[in-house]
């Protein structure tokens, strides 16, 4: 006999810390989360409305790559991981193409989490991990057929990643995460004792 793996979901990684001059984009990239943080009155109004622990401007801010420099230059970083990522997934775009629909920075406090959801509206999505202190969260990853399991028995605990019903990676500093926008996932709670700083993406077929 033999097993046949079909439908597989493919996780992209990578990581900007093997590029030159990292560290002090990386702080760059720090310095502007915090000022956002800051300066964001809306933002951080949302953040709290919505129990967010902490700041993000998904709901306030949509120009980051035009309001500061360093955003811009992710863009175009990001730009290059996402169609090395359209490529290995083989996706027919035709006449279009995966254009940024989306970058949001995230501040997660300690004891914070975000709760499982998709991205609609959205064929590629990600983050990059600015700050991961000790005991930062994971992103995890539920496997998409799990709905559909009904009276299906658990797996066990030593299964293959690949076949396991939830993953969970843990990223540094650097770390590019992207998945398909309906690969649903969340983010533990923070059980580290600063924040987990992370910006995140969504992609659209234009």
């Given at each position: ?15 900007l ?22 300066e ?103 496997d ?8 299906a ?8 990643e ?45």
């Amino acid at each position: 006999m033999s097993l046949r793996p079909l439908f597989v979901t493919q996780i992209y990684q990578a990581s900007l810390a093997e590029e030159r001059d990292f560290a002090a984009f990386n702080d760059e990239l720090d310095e502007a989360v915090q000022m956002l943080a800051a300066e964001d009155a809306a933002g951080r109004a949302w953040s709290r409305a919505n129990a967010y622990g902490g700041y993000t401007s998904y709901a306030s801010l949509d120009d980051l790559p035009q309001r500061a420099t360093v955003f811009g230059t992710l863009k175009s970083k990001l730009d290059r991981h996402a169609r090395a990522y359209a490529q290995g997934l083989n996706l027919d775009l035709g006449a279009r193409r995966l254009k940024l629909d989306s970058l949001w920075v995230n501040l997660l406090k300690p004891g914070a989490g975000h709760s499982g959801h998709i991205h609609p509206h959205s064929v590629l999505s990600g983050t990059v991990y600015v700050r991961t202190p000790p005991g930062a969260s994971a992103l995890k990853l539920e496997d998409p057929r799990l709905p559909l399991m009904m009276a299906a028995p658990p797996r066990l605990a030593d299964a293959p990643e690949a076949e396991r019903s939830f993953v969970y990676l843990q990223p540094e500093p650097g770390t590019i995460l992207m998945w398909e926008s309906w690969l649903r996932h969340e983010v533990p709670a923070n059980a580290a004792k600063t924040p987990r700083i992370s910006i995140s993406f969504n992609y659209g077929w234009r």
